[in-house]
């Protein structure tokens, strides 16, 4: 396929991780399909080894140290390198806050711009608005900025060529900003999953005594960034009710508990003696398939999900989920086949009611964990997903 694609990443190669690690599998299923792939990513203190992956790796070095400044930095570098070799790309593939300054000076460079949607900052604090979980007013920074973040989303929605939303919610939210005229600059493609990677594994055993499980013992996993709107708070809470029914149950958190310390601080005192939940941390992406083994159910009580990857992956490894009934997540959980879906309103009395339903039943565990790995085979694949991109993009040049 004679086509040279510009993919630009919004989050460091240097630590794989949600956004990179998309980037990275997408790139590499393009890759297979025959297109000519060249990764942009930003690079901080530690530049990512850049001969290990099957396309080219740039990375673009950023000095920034506060997060809106880092954004703003990247976003115009990138700029001027792809003004530097814009007669190398056929199109630009970026991750929306990446492509900030390539929309607003497309008239320079006149490459197709092609922007990848992951959520939208107006319907994130709208959610945060609606919810308020504990400590999500602490950053008073973001909310104060968070005018100007809206502007720049419209800017970049309007002045792409095409728009690509990871869930039918994000499209929903995406052109409901810019004005439903505009759908058709829209597609709606989801992630992929590796299924190899990803899958129902059988010797756990020496890692579950490890991190003190016990034989038998039931385990709820909890996998995600440590911050207010991905409602961890209610888990937590939950556990103590739960803990009478199930005496040995555990709770293992998977995530950076230094992100959001102020958070972190309140969840610690809301555990206070509870011995039974375990945080592992930052876990490298290349372990969650062992951990996600090890659990018997994967929780994700957010407030706001574009999509939900660690529910795909949890899937992908034959093990139901219980997730709030927002956003993407409304499309990846079959309510009472793969998992259950509960009502964010009502997020510990449903976290309850749906754990104890599967805690104490092994046999519909099972199988819903076996259909949600049907699933998810079935729906979301990266070289599908890679498929769907080079069409959509070819589609925008040939107009």
């Known amino acids: ?199 129902p594994l059988r010797k756990i055993t020496e890692i579950g005594q490890h991190m003190k499980l016990g034989e038998g013992n039931k385990c709820v996993l909890y996998v995600g960034r440590i911050e207010p709107m991905k409602g961890l708070h209610y888990l937590v809470i939950s556990m103590r009710k739960l803990l009478k029914a199930f005496p040995k149950l555990k709770l293992v958190i998977v995530g950076d508990v230094d992100e959001y310390p102020r958070y972190t601080h309140y969840l610690h005192k809301l555990i206070g003696s509870m011995k039974n939940i375990i945080f592992l941390g930052k876990v490298p992406h290349r372990y969650l398939p062992v951990i996600y083994n090890i659990g018997d159910v994967c929780v994700i009580p957010s407030f706001y999900e574009a999509l939900g990857n660690v529910a795909l992956e949890a899937m992908a490894c034959g093990k139901p989920v219980i997730a709030s009934a927002v956003g993407g997540l409304k499309e990846l959980i079959r309510h009472c086949e793969t998992g259950f879906l509960i009502n964010p309103s009502y997020m510990r009395e449903e976290l309850i009611k749906y754990l104890s339903i599967l805690l104490s039943n092994d046999k519909l565990a099972r199988s819903m964990g076996r259909k949600a790995r049907e699933f998810v085979i079935k729906n979301f694949d990266w070289m599908k997903t890679a498929m769907q991109t080079v069409n959509f993009i070819s589609k925008l040049i040939s107009q």
């Open 1 to 199: 396929m004679d086509l040279k694609l510009a993919v630009i990443s919004h989050q460091s190669f240097s630590t794989l991780g949600g956004i990179s690690v998309h980037i990275r599998q997408l790139a590499e299923a393009m890759v297979k399909l025959g297109v000519d792939v060249e990764v942009i990513a930003p690079a901080y203190s530690k530049v990512a080894d850049c001969s290990s992956y099957p396309f080219k790796l740039t990375p673009i070095l950023v000095g920034s140290r506060l997060q809106t400044m880092r954004t703003l930095e990247y976003s115009y570098k990138v700029y001027k390198y792809l003004l530097e070799n814009r007669r190398t790309f056929d199109a630009v593939h970026g991750s929306q806050w990446s492509n900030l300054f390539i929309a607003i000076h497309k008239q320079e460079h006149k490459l197709p711009i092609i922007t990848k949607m992951h959520g939208t900052t107006f319907y994130l604090l709208r959610s945060a608005l609606r919810y308020r979980p504990p400590r999500i007013f602490d950053d008073i920074g973001w909310l104060a900025i968070s005018p100007a973040y809206f502007h720049f989303e419209y800017i970049i929605l309007k002045k792409s060529h095409g728009t690509i939303c990871i869930s039918r919610a994000v499209k929903n939210e995406a052109t409901s900003l810019v004005g439903k005229s505009e759908q058709n600059r829209f597609a709606v493609i989801y992630n992929g999953v590796n299924h190899k990677a990803f899958r």
